[in-house]
């Protein structure tokens, strides 16, 4: 009996993950059957709609605005100012879609994350996972509106546009980890609507994308360089443009890397105590 039980716990240790990366990796086969089943519904969204700002905002209304390095951060077109900060735009965006509603279905409505946790996984497994699912969605979609881009010759150099990419990711996850924790421990959806009409659609209209936020009243500038998106703004478009400011760069990294950190422990301790109550 005493040897039976031995073997039960020899048993559970051993499929027990070995680290936060093997638990989180036990997850991959299933958010690949997720995103197989549901990659067609984010085509328009993800791939089509990035080359159609790029038609419209940077080709054709960017044909109105003659370019002025000084006025436009060193860039020689509107075009190659635009195009940066909507890549950055659109890493945030995916990261607003894929941290919202997605989470609150599968606390709330699907409880598939309670399926997870019943097995040997931990919350933190279990959010890196997600996370980690997030982050190649960034990557994917900020990979076709870079190379969409490509064509327009805005970019200085090839190392200023990986470097680009791979903001791209440190952006998305600045958004993700908080506004998973926000959802993780919200009861009702309908806080999304003034998540996505007073967050994103201000971020995405005055944080430098679409023009230099100098041009904005003072303390609207100001509250604009505290934004994270002007800091993943402003960083994408030194790499692309080849004006590369290191102190400034460095403080949009720490800035970006500081509060994904922070909205990492924010998201494992907010669906912990959701997972309990």
Known sequence: MALDHLDQVDHRESSAPRGLLDGAGRLLDYWTIVYKRT??????SSFVTPLLYVLAMGVLLGGFIKGDPA?????TSYLAFVAP???????????????????MGMVKWHKTYFGMIASPLSVSEVILAHLGFVTFRVATTCAVFLAV???????????????AFFVQLLLGLAFA????????????????????RLGMIPLFLFSGAFFPISNLDAWMEALARITPLWHGVDLTR????????????LVHVAYLAALAVAGWFWAVRRLTRRMVS
């Not at 990659?39 to 328009?44: T, Y």
């Not at 881009?149 to 470097?163: L, R, T």
């Not at 030194?238 to 760069?249: I, R």
């Open 39 to 44: 990659w067609k519904g984010s085509v328009i």
């Open 177 to 196: 980890t908080p506004i998973y924790a926000f959802s993780a421990g919200l009861k009702d959806e309908s806080a999304f609507a003034l998540v996505f």
């Open 71 to 75: 006025k436009l951060d060193g860039a």
């Open 149 to 163: 881009m490509a064509p327009f010759g805005v970019f200085a150099s090839v190392a200023g546009v990986v470097g």
């Open 85 to 103: 900060g909507m890549v950055a735009a659109q890493a945030m965006t995916t990261a607003f879609g894929e941290v919202t509603y997605p989470v």
């Open 238 to 249: 030194m790499l692309t443009l080849g004006h590369l400011d290191w102190p400034m760069a």
